[in-house]
């Protein structure tokens, strides 16, 4: 069975760094990209990145090039999304997501982990 | 870089009745397009992928139709538990979200 699953919820204060995982199970971690999105407070989904463990070759979207880094562990099975320097407006919860790729060009998140809430609060 | 953009942002439909979503690409995006299903509290569900193919376990009232630019995706006899957003997406493009909400 397909698993991700998240780091627990986290309270941060303005200025401070944060890093939170996806640890994968249940299929070759090294064959798929594994993307992480965003969605602030009663808004919509925004695509942040994605990074293919087999080779660490990771693509950002444009509005969040520079502002996070997404990294992956082969040993632990594990994805990570970390800020340095966090500010109120990265207030959100944090999804990662499996994605799938197919030969037709499909590609689409089929297993996606329970989110991570994170709070950037003084 | 490619927008997507959903119609209409809210759909007000009575349970047992038809629901139809749409979606448009600004650019021909062929059939590469995914719905998911987000209910409150809870991670987003893939639906659709190839624009009209059913992901596992998702019931057969639910379809995708369209290619290029012109999406939908048609909820054929709305049950209670339909009532969420939907998400069209793109590759790294999500469309705005279209609530489905009960009548």
């Known amino acids: 069975e397909v698993q991700l699953v998240q780091s627990g919820a986290e309270v941060i204060k303005p200025g401070e760094s944060l890093k939170i995982s996806c640890q994968a199970s249940g299929y070759s971690f090294t064959s798929y990209w594994i993307g992480w999105v965003r969605q602030m407070p009663g808004k919509g989904l925004e695509w942040m990145g994605i990074i293919y463990p087999g080779d660490s070759d990771a693509i950002y979207s444009p509005s969040f090039q520079g502002q996070v880094t997404i990294s992956a562990d082969r040993s632990s099975r594990t994805a990570y999304l970390q800020w340095s320097s966090l500010k109120a407006s990265d207030t959100a919860i944090y999804y990662c997501?499996?994605?799938?790729?197919?030969?037709?060009?499909?590609?689409?998140?089929?297993?996606w982990g329970q989110g991570t809430l994170v709070t950037v609060s003084s | 870089e490619i927008v997507m953009t959903q119609s209409p942002a809210t759909l007000s439909v009575s349970p047992g009745e038809r629901a139809t979503l749409s979606c448009r690409a600004s650019q021909n995006v062929n059939d590469n397009l995914a719905w998911y299903q987000q209910k409150p509290g809870q991670s987003p569900r893939l639906l659709i992928y190839g624009a009209s193919t059913r992901a596992t376990d998702i019931p057969a009232r639910f379809s995708g139709s369209g290619s290029g630019t012109e999406f939908t995706l048609t909820i054929s006899s709305l049950q209670s538990e339909d009532f969420a957003v939907y998400y069209c997406q793109h590759y790294s493009t999500f469309g705005q979200g279209t609530k489905l909400e009960i009548k």
């Open positions: 997501a499996r994605r799938r790729d197919w030969v037709q060009s499909w590609s689409y998140f089929d297993y």
